[in-house]
Protein backbone atom coordinates (compact mmCIF):
# COMPACT_ATOMS: atom_id res chain seq x y z
CA UNK A 1 0.00 0.00 0.00
CA UNK A 2 0.91 3.37 -0.99
CA UNK A 3 1.89 5.87 2.17
CA UNK A 4 -0.25 8.62 2.09
CA UNK A 5 0.16 12.47 3.21
CA UNK A 6 -0.88 12.59 6.86
CA UNK A 7 -4.67 14.42 7.54
CA UNK A 8 -3.98 17.20 9.46
CA UNK A 9 -6.99 19.27 10.35
CA UNK A 10 -7.11 22.14 12.28
CA UNK A 11 -10.23 23.60 13.56
CA UNK A 12 -11.85 27.22 13.15
CA UNK A 13 -12.44 29.27 15.51
CA UNK A 14 -15.82 27.82 16.33
CA UNK A 15 -14.58 24.48 16.16
CA UNK A 16 -12.15 25.46 18.79
CA UNK A 17 -15.02 26.90 20.95
CA UNK A 18 -16.69 23.59 19.98
CA UNK A 19 -13.74 21.46 21.51
CA UNK A 20 -13.22 23.45 24.56
CA UNK A 21 -17.09 22.51 25.73
CA UNK A 22 -15.68 18.57 25.14
CA UNK A 23 -13.28 18.91 27.16
CA UNK A 24 -14.71 20.64 29.85
CA UNK A 25 -17.83 17.96 29.41
CA UNK A 26 -15.01 14.86 29.53
CA UNK A 27 -13.78 16.81 32.63
CA UNK A 28 -16.66 17.00 34.53
CA UNK A 29 -17.77 12.95 33.24
CA UNK A 30 -14.41 12.07 34.92
CA UNK A 31 -15.14 13.92 37.87
CA UNK A 32 -18.51 12.11 38.59
CA UNK A 33 -16.88 8.77 37.46
CA UNK A 34 -13.98 9.17 40.38
CA UNK A 35 -17.14 9.60 42.73
CA UNK A 36 -19.12 7.09 41.86
CA UNK A 37 -16.86 4.48 41.53
CA UNK A 38 -14.46 5.55 44.48
CA UNK A 39 -10.89 5.42 42.18
CA UNK A 40 -8.02 7.76 42.28
CA UNK A 41 -6.08 8.88 39.84
CA UNK A 42 -8.90 12.26 39.10
CA UNK A 43 -5.88 14.19 39.02
CA UNK A 44 -4.34 12.31 36.35
CA UNK A 45 -7.16 11.91 34.00
CA UNK A 46 -7.53 15.72 34.35
CA UNK A 47 -4.32 16.70 32.82
CA UNK A 48 -4.95 14.84 29.46
CA UNK A 49 -8.05 15.31 28.25
CA UNK A 50 -7.33 18.12 25.93
CA UNK A 51 -4.20 15.87 24.46
CA UNK A 52 -7.12 13.28 23.79
CA UNK A 53 -9.61 15.66 22.80
CA UNK A 54 -7.02 16.80 19.77
CA UNK A 55 -6.36 13.51 18.91
CA UNK A 56 -9.89 12.03 18.35
CA UNK A 57 -11.31 15.17 17.35
CA UNK A 58 -8.79 16.53 14.58
CA UNK A 59 -5.62 14.16 14.34
CA UNK A 60 -6.24 10.33 14.18
CA UNK A 61 -7.51 8.68 11.47
CA UNK A 62 -10.42 5.52 12.57
CA UNK A 63 -14.03 4.89 12.79
CA UNK A 64 -15.65 3.89 15.83
CA UNK A 65 -17.75 1.73 13.50
CA UNK A 66 -14.07 -0.42 13.07
CA UNK A 67 -12.36 -0.23 15.58
CA UNK A 68 -10.62 -3.57 14.27
CA UNK A 69 -9.51 -1.63 10.77
CA UNK A 70 -6.04 -2.38 9.89
CA UNK A 71 -5.39 0.40 8.39
CA UNK A 72 -6.37 2.79 10.88
CA UNK A 73 -4.16 5.06 13.77
CA UNK A 74 -3.44 3.57 17.19
CA UNK A 75 -3.35 5.50 20.21
CA UNK A 76 -1.90 3.90 23.20
CA UNK A 77 -2.64 5.47 26.80
CA UNK A 78 0.44 4.26 28.48
CA UNK A 79 -0.49 6.17 31.91
CA UNK A 80 -2.95 3.72 32.50
CA UNK A 81 -4.06 5.15 35.20
CA UNK A 82 -5.71 8.01 33.53
CA UNK A 83 -7.75 5.34 31.89
CA UNK A 84 -11.04 7.24 33.24
CA UNK A 85 -10.36 9.57 30.36
CA UNK A 86 -9.55 7.46 27.82
CA UNK A 87 -13.04 5.50 28.50
CA UNK A 88 -14.90 8.62 28.03
CA UNK A 89 -13.25 9.87 24.53
CA UNK A 90 -13.74 6.96 23.29
CA UNK A 91 -17.80 6.58 24.25
CA UNK A 92 -18.11 10.03 23.47
CA UNK A 93 -16.83 9.52 20.50
CA UNK A 94 -18.86 6.46 19.64
CA UNK A 95 -16.82 3.31 20.38
CA UNK A 96 -19.40 2.00 22.93
CA UNK A 97 -22.36 3.03 24.72
CA UNK A 98 -22.01 6.30 27.19
CA UNK A 99 -23.87 4.20 29.90
CA UNK A 100 -21.06 1.60 30.82
CA UNK A 101 -19.21 4.72 31.83
CA UNK A 102 -21.74 4.32 34.97
CA UNK A 103 -20.20 0.99 35.63
CA UNK A 104 -17.02 2.06 35.75
CA UNK A 105 -14.51 -0.22 38.07
CA UNK A 106 -17.72 -2.18 39.01
CA UNK A 107 -17.78 -6.04 38.90
CA UNK A 108 -18.62 -7.40 35.62
CA UNK A 109 -18.29 -3.92 34.20
CA UNK A 110 -15.65 -4.24 30.41
CA UNK A 111 -14.29 -1.17 31.74
CA UNK A 112 -11.72 -2.05 34.52
CA UNK A 113 -10.00 0.60 36.76
CA UNK A 114 -6.86 0.34 34.56
CA UNK A 115 -7.53 -0.77 30.96
CA UNK A 116 -7.63 -4.63 30.62
CA UNK A 117 -6.48 -6.31 27.30
CA UNK A 118 -8.84 -5.72 24.33
CA UNK A 119 -11.64 -4.42 27.56
CA UNK A 120 -13.63 -2.68 24.86
CA UNK A 121 -13.63 -1.13 21.14
CA UNK A 122 -10.90 1.30 20.54
CA UNK A 123 -9.15 0.72 23.88
CA UNK A 124 -5.36 -0.88 21.65
CA UNK A 125 -3.52 -2.24 25.13
CA UNK A 126 -3.88 -3.45 28.81
CA UNK A 127 -1.62 -0.87 30.47
CA UNK A 128 -0.80 0.46 33.96
CA UNK A 129 2.30 -0.81 34.44
CA UNK A 130 4.02 1.62 33.11
CA UNK A 131 7.19 1.74 30.88
CA UNK A 132 5.47 -0.59 28.25
CA UNK A 133 3.10 1.90 26.06
CA UNK A 134 6.30 3.01 24.07
CA UNK A 135 7.57 -0.44 23.27
CA UNK A 136 4.73 -1.62 22.05
CA UNK A 137 3.90 1.22 20.39
CA UNK A 138 7.44 0.67 18.28
CA UNK A 139 6.53 -3.10 17.69
CA UNK A 140 3.04 -1.27 16.04
CA UNK A 141 4.93 1.30 13.67
CA UNK A 142 7.44 -1.71 12.98
CA UNK A 143 4.77 -3.84 12.42
CA UNK A 144 3.59 -1.04 10.00
CA UNK A 145 6.26 -0.70 7.98
CA UNK A 146 6.83 -4.46 7.07
CA UNK A 147 3.26 -4.86 6.44
CA UNK A 148 3.49 -1.50 4.20
CA UNK A 149 0.67 -0.10 5.84
CA UNK A 150 0.43 3.59 6.31
CA UNK A 151 -0.99 3.95 9.70
CA UNK A 152 0.31 6.05 12.44
CA UNK A 153 1.23 5.18 15.90
CA UNK A 154 0.76 7.94 18.84
CA UNK A 155 1.64 6.73 22.87
CA UNK A 156 0.27 9.07 25.57
CA UNK A 157 3.20 8.84 28.43
CA UNK A 158 3.06 10.49 31.79
CA UNK A 159 6.38 11.96 32.70
CA UNK A 160 6.62 9.93 35.90
CA UNK A 161 6.82 7.32 33.42
CA UNK A 162 9.78 8.58 31.71
CA UNK A 163 11.49 7.11 34.82
CA UNK A 164 11.10 3.67 33.36
CA UNK A 165 14.59 2.50 31.20
CA UNK A 166 11.91 0.45 28.92
CA UNK A 167 10.99 4.02 27.51
CA UNK A 168 14.25 4.59 26.93
CA UNK A 169 15.33 1.41 25.24
CA UNK A 170 12.38 1.90 22.89
CA UNK A 171 13.71 5.27 22.72
CA UNK A 172 16.84 4.71 21.31
CA UNK A 173 15.37 2.01 18.95
CA UNK A 174 12.82 4.24 17.09
CA UNK A 175 15.26 6.57 15.49
CA UNK A 176 17.65 3.80 14.69
CA UNK A 177 15.08 2.12 12.45
CA UNK A 178 13.90 5.91 11.47
CA UNK A 179 10.28 5.12 12.83
CA UNK A 180 9.08 8.60 11.60
CA UNK A 181 4.95 7.20 11.62
CA UNK A 182 5.40 6.70 15.40
CA UNK A 183 4.92 9.58 17.92
CA UNK A 184 4.96 10.50 22.00
CA UNK A 185 3.57 12.64 23.73
CA UNK A 186 4.27 13.72 27.62
CA UNK A 187 1.95 14.52 29.92
CA UNK A 188 4.28 16.86 31.54
CA UNK A 189 1.77 17.79 34.65
CA UNK A 190 5.49 17.87 37.00
CA UNK A 191 3.95 15.51 39.68
CA UNK A 192 4.25 11.80 40.58
CA UNK A 193 2.25 9.83 43.08
CA UNK A 194 4.97 11.48 45.75
CA UNK A 195 6.17 14.53 44.94
CA UNK A 196 7.42 16.80 42.42
CA UNK A 197 8.69 14.71 38.88
CA UNK A 198 11.92 16.97 38.47
CA UNK A 199 12.62 16.57 42.25
CA UNK A 200 12.44 13.03 41.86
CA UNK A 201 14.47 12.13 38.83
CA UNK A 202 16.51 15.02 36.78
CA UNK A 203 13.66 15.03 33.91
CA UNK A 204 14.55 18.25 32.53
CA UNK A 205 15.84 19.48 29.99
CA UNK A 206 13.02 16.58 28.65
CA UNK A 207 12.61 17.89 25.34
CA UNK A 208 16.48 18.02 24.88
CA UNK A 209 16.41 14.26 26.40
CA UNK A 210 14.18 13.75 23.27
CA UNK A 211 16.20 15.12 21.15
CA UNK A 212 19.30 14.06 21.94
CA UNK A 213 17.79 10.30 21.35
CA UNK A 214 17.23 11.21 17.78
CA UNK A 215 13.80 11.96 18.18
CA UNK A 216 12.23 15.42 16.26
CA UNK A 217 11.32 17.06 19.63
CA UNK A 218 9.27 19.79 20.42
CA UNK A 219 7.01 21.13 23.19
CA UNK A 220 3.32 22.81 23.45
CA UNK A 221 0.81 23.78 26.14
CA UNK A 222 -0.96 20.95 26.74
CA UNK A 223 -3.93 22.04 27.21
CA UNK A 224 -4.15 24.38 23.41
CA UNK A 225 -5.95 22.23 21.54
CA UNK A 226 -5.56 24.20 17.97
CA UNK A 227 -1.51 23.62 19.47
CA UNK A 228 -1.66 20.42 19.87
CA UNK A 229 -3.41 19.85 16.67
CA UNK A 230 -0.94 21.18 14.88
CA UNK A 231 1.88 19.50 15.79
CA UNK A 232 0.37 16.15 16.68
CA UNK A 233 -1.12 16.47 12.95
CA UNK A 234 1.97 16.89 11.29
CA UNK A 235 3.38 13.12 12.03
CA UNK A 236 5.19 12.07 9.85
CA UNK A 237 6.99 15.90 9.67
CA UNK A 238 9.77 15.40 6.88
CA UNK A 239 12.04 15.02 9.41
CA UNK A 240 12.71 10.89 9.24
CA UNK A 241 12.62 10.85 12.96
CA UNK A 242 9.92 9.72 15.23
CA UNK A 243 8.07 12.89 17.00
CA UNK A 244 7.99 13.62 20.06
CA UNK A 245 6.06 16.27 22.18
CA UNK A 246 6.76 17.47 25.36
CA UNK A 247 3.09 18.68 26.70
CA UNK A 248 3.17 21.30 29.14
CA UNK A 249 0.03 20.44 31.44
CA UNK A 250 -1.43 20.59 34.91
CA UNK A 251 -2.74 18.31 37.27
CA UNK A 252 -6.10 18.65 37.75
CA UNK A 253 -6.91 20.97 35.23
CA UNK A 254 -10.15 22.49 34.89
CA UNK A 255 -11.20 22.00 38.56
CA UNK A 256 -9.15 25.35 40.14
CA UNK A 257 -8.99 23.43 43.51
CA UNK A 258 -7.74 20.51 41.85
CA UNK A 259 -5.27 22.07 40.28
CA UNK A 260 -1.56 21.68 40.73
CA UNK A 261 -2.66 20.10 44.00
CA UNK A 262 -1.17 16.19 44.42
CA UNK A 263 -3.21 15.11 46.55
CA UNK A 264 -5.85 14.68 43.90
CA UNK A 265 -3.41 11.83 42.68
CA UNK A 266 -5.19 9.51 45.28
CA UNK A 267 -8.41 12.16 46.48
CA UNK A 268 -11.77 11.03 45.29
CA UNK A 269 -14.18 13.53 45.36
CA UNK A 270 -17.32 14.18 47.55
CA UNK A 271 -21.11 15.06 46.19
CA UNK A 272 -20.34 18.85 47.12
CA UNK A 273 -16.98 18.82 45.15
CA UNK A 274 -18.53 17.07 42.42
CA UNK A 275 -21.42 19.88 42.44
CA UNK A 276 -18.75 22.37 42.83
CA UNK A 277 -16.47 20.86 40.20
CA UNK A 278 -19.90 20.90 37.73
CA UNK A 279 -20.66 24.89 38.62
CA UNK A 280 -16.66 25.72 37.63
CA UNK A 281 -17.06 24.22 34.21
CA UNK A 282 -20.27 25.68 33.37
CA UNK A 283 -22.01 21.88 33.48
CA UNK A 284 -25.46 21.18 35.71
CA UNK A 285 -24.77 18.62 38.15
CA UNK A 286 -26.41 14.89 37.37
CA UNK A 287 -24.94 13.31 40.90
CA UNK A 288 -28.43 12.68 41.57
CA UNK A 289 -29.22 10.96 38.33
Known sequence: MMAKAPIQVLPTAAEAAGLDRISRELRFRLV???????????????SCVDILVALYWTVLRLEAA????????RFILSKGHAATALYATLARRGFFPEAWLDAFAQPGSPLAEQPA????????????????????GVGMALAARLQKR????????????????????????????????????VDYNKWQATGRSDEIMALPPLREKWAAFGWSATEVDGHDIAA????????????????????????????????????????????????????ELGLRSVTRE
Request: proline share 8%; glycine share 10%.
Open 150 to 185: DFRVYTCLSDGECNEGTVWEAALFAPAQKLDRLAVV
Open 228 to 279: LSRVLGKVPDGSGKPVAVIAHTIKGKGVSFMEDDNNWHYRIPKEPEVEAAGK
Open 117 to 136: PRCAPGVELATGSLGHGLPV
Open 66 to 73: RPEDPDRD
Open 32 to 46: RMSHRARTPHLGSAL
